[in-house]
């Protein structure tokens, strides 16, 4: 996976929320208080998510198509 570009969306510990931002679960000790990430963001401790990678950019893009189809 050499495309693969560090950022939120790509991270074993990260869980989306909507089209824009997410939790990063990282440290399960702050349930349910975990901080919030953008999706385009990075830390240190990031780690490939692998073909989890292409579930989660699939919800984002059909969350922003229906976003698109109830404005219009």
């Not at 909507?18 to 440290?27: A, H, K």
């Not at 989890?52 to 229906?66: P, T």
């Amino acid at each position: 996976m050499k495309h693969l570009v560090k950022r939120c969306l790509t991270c074993r510990h990260f869980r989306p929320q909507d089209t824009v931002e997410g939790i990063c679960r990282i440290d399960k000790t702050l349930s349910p208080d975990y901080p919030i990430m953008g999706h385009e963001d990075v830390c240190a401790s990031w780690l490939t998510a692998g073909q989890q990678y292409y579930i989660r950019a699939g919800w984002v893009k059909k969350q922003l198509e229906n976003k698109q189809e109830d404005q219009q």
